[in-house]
């Protein structure tokens, strides 16, 4: 059985990322299925293949339909069907945002 080293709590959320590299390169911007996520970072499927180590800006729909405005920083991929599997930090969340997920998962969880 595989351990889990996560240090926070995760949470399922339905909802999209729209995210876009920041050194300019691949401008486009794609459409993301959030996995999960936590204080510290989130896990999300998405067709097109990122770059590990890279960080992309982020624009995160919550489920009180507000948008956080975030840097995620690729620490892991996973080959899936249909595409890929990502895990990621995120990098200088402002407190407040990152204390919004975790009120969530308080009410969540209750």
């Known amino acids: 059985m595989q351990q889990d080293r996560r240090k926070n709590?995760?949470?399922?959320?339905?909802?999209?990322?729209?995210i876009k590299r920041l050194d300019g390169h691949n401008g486009s911007q794609v459409t993301i299925n959030i996995v999960d996520v936590s204080k510290k970072g989130i896990g999300f499927e998405c067709a097109e293949p990122l770059q590990i180590g890279e960080v992309y800006e982020a624009y995160l729909t919550i489920w009180t339909k507000e948008v956080i405005h975030a840097f995620l920083q690729i620490v892991r991929i996973e080959l899936r069907p249909g595409g890929y599997?990502?895990?990621?930090?995120f990098i200088g969340m402002p407190e407040m945002d990152s204390a919004r997920i975790e009120v969530y998962q308080t009410v969540n969880d209750d």
Do not use: F, N, P
Request: no cysteine; proline share 0%; aromatic share 6%.
């Open 9 to 18: 709590r995760r949470t399922d959320l339905d909802s999209k990322l729209v």
């Open 85 to 89: 599997g990502y895990g990621a930090i």
